[in-house]
């Protein structure tokens, strides 16, 4: 098993930054295959940023340039910097991780996802 805990949500105006934190624990030695996703009121969820076990990032069209996500190995962290946020980027934003070591950047489909986190509100204000 696997426990993922999302921090940093907020509310912010169009165009700010937050840091989004994901704290990872229990069996994550085959678990570090990872991704963050988002989901909005009426709509699916996501797939936005995934990481391999070797940090090799994948950022869907829609944020790149602006989302970047890595992490901290050592800290059992992983991370989603989002900067430029636009008031569609509002959502439940959620850490997910594969039951399985990956060479490639895993990926932004949610089924593929074993473990989830509980997830951390992001509302942006025009």
């Known amino acids: 098993q696997v426990q993922l805990v999302e921090s940093g949500g907020g509310s912010v105006q169009a165009g700010g930054s937050l840091r989004l934190s994901c704290a990872y624990s229990?069996?994550?030695?085959?678990?570090?295959?990872m991704g963050w996703f988002r989901q909005a009121p009426d709509n699916e969820r996501e797939g936005v940023a995934t990481?391999?076990?070797?940090?090799?990032?994948l950022v869907a069209d829609s944020v790149k340039g602006r989302f970047t996500i890595s992490k901290d190995i050592a800290k059992n962290t992983l991370y989603l910097q989002v900067n430029s946020l636009k008031p569609e980027d509002t959502a439940v934003y959620y850490c997910?991780?594969?039951?399985?070591?990956?060479?490639?950047?895993?990926?932004?489909?949610?089924?593929?996802?074993?473990?989830w986190g509980q997830g951390t509100q992001v509302t942006v204000s025009s």
């Open positions: 990481i391999s076990s070797g940090g090799s990032p």
């Open positions: 997910a991780a594969r039951r399985t070591f990956c060479y490639a950047a895993p990926p932004l489909s949610p089924q593929r996802y074993d473990y």
């Open positions: 229990g069996d994550t030695y085959f678990s570090t295959c």
